[in-house]
């Protein structure tokens, strides 16, 4: 009984991982119609490895409507404090 709940667990965790990682942007093609299911195609084709590949679907004629998700940058330790000038 114990080693079917961790299985499920495991699974469990595997599926949250698995959705966490999804490109969440919007894509659209300008002055062209297009179809659902072409955008499938595309997404399908150009998703290896569980990652979009940005150039791939911009060669497809695609353009991201939304800019993808960035971490915040680190504050950069050499630069200079704000709130004070250069030399006195």
């Not at 667990?9 to 959705?19: D, K, Q, T």
């Not at 942007?25 to 998703?47: G, H, I, L, N, P």
């Not at 791939?56 to 353009?63: I, Q």
């Amino acid at each position: 009984m114990r080693a079917g709940g961790l299985l499920i667990g495991l699974g469990l965790a595997a599926i949250v991982a698995g959705c966490s990682t999804l490109d969440e942007r919007e894509w659209m093609k300008v002055d062209q119609k297009y179809t659902a299911e072409e955008f499938r195609r595309d997404y399908r084709e150009c998703s290896k490895g569980g990652t979009l590949d940005d150039e791939c679907m911009k060669r497809r004629g695609w353009v991201a409507v939304t800019p993808p998700k960035t971490e915040p940058k680190a504050p950069d330790p050499l630069a200079q404090p704000s709130g004070r000038g250069g030399r006195r």
